[in-house]
């Protein structure tokens, strides 16, 4: 068979697409596992490893969830994330935990894990006790709501970069578990993220976008 330069052209194109889809995968363990080295500040798609022969079980175990979390805050809820900050033994396995306590109804009141996104990991949440009001709402153009109300036992999975959010419909306190597909999912909590930045967004950019007087936008930046 004879290449011209235009097959030729072409085949380099499709070398280099599937190069860079490579390139945007995780990659594959290389060895058992890679405990996180205390104190050390090199990433490498995760922190720098431990000495395996210095790994003890200690490094792959947290304590702590079974610890009621103080919902004494405005939005009465308390999360607990148990990253590889927390738990060495995460490092470079591409998963995390974490537990949210809700506050119960009181005054009109109820706990809430307020509307947030998770830039790299979906989400799978399960209910441990109360009933919970969840949901997520998808990309533009649509952003339609998905949303369900939970009773212990109960499973839903929040995808990768929509935004979703928990709330307490009950009288009693609740709890659930959720897992995280990084070890660093990261989370971007809307309101914080737009009324609280440093430096704070102009007033007139966030009163265009919400459209209403930058008074209302001053009244919410004063709260973050």
């Known amino acids: 068979m004879v290449w011209d330069g235009g097959g030729k052209s072409l085949l380099l194109v499709g070398f280099s697409?599937?190069?860079?889809?490579?390139?945007?995968?995780?990659?594959?363990?290389?060895?058992?596992?890679?405990?996180?080295?205390?104190?050390?500040?090199?990433?490498?798609n995760g922190l720098a490893c431990k000495d395996p022969k210095m790994v003890q079980a200690n490094d792959f175990s947290f304590s702590?969830?079974?610890?009621?979390g103080s919902t004494s805050n405005p939005v009465g809820?308390?999360?607990?994330?148990?990253?590889?900050?927390?738990?060495?033994?995460?490092n470079t396995l591409g998963i995390s935990l974490t537990s949210i306590d809700y506050a119960p109804w009181v005054s009109r009141q109820w706990g809430i894990?307020?509307?947030?996104?998770?830039?790299?990991?979906?989400?799978?949440?399960?209910?441990?006790?109360?009933?919970?009001?969840?949901?997520?709402?998808?990309?533009?153009?649509?952003?339609?709501?998905?949303?369900?109300?939970?009773?212990?036992?109960?499973?839903?999975?929040?995808?990768?970069?929509?935004?979703?959010?928990?709330?307490?419909i009950g009288t009693g306190n609740a709890f659930a578990i959720a897992a995280l597909g990084s070890q660093n999912p990261g989370v971007i909590t809307i309101g914080n993220a737009v009324f609280g930045s440093s430096p704070d967004v102009s007033a007139d950019i966030l009163a265009g976008a919400f459209q209403v007087d930058q008074s209302v936008v001053n009244q919410i930046?004063?709260?973050f």
């Open 17 to 44: 697409c599937l190069l860079l889809a490579f390139a945007a995968a995780d990659h594959s363990p290389l060895q058992d596992f890679c405990v996180a080295q205390a104190g050390s500040s090199v990433l490498v």
């Open 64 to 68: 702590g969830l079974h610890l009621l």
């Open 77 to 90: 809820s308390k999360v607990t994330p148990v990253t590889v900050a927390k738990l060495p033994g995460l």
């Open 113 to 168: 894990n307020p509307p947030h996104i998770h830039p790299r990991a979906s989400e799978i949440l399960v209910v441990q006790e109360g009933t919970l009001e969840v949901g997520f709402i998808t990309s533009n153009p649509g952003n339609r709501l998905v949303s369900k109300v939970l009773q212990k036992g109960d499973v839903f999975v929040f995808p990768q970069g929509l935004i979703h959010f928990q709330r307490n």
């Open 221 to 223: 930046q004063s709260k």
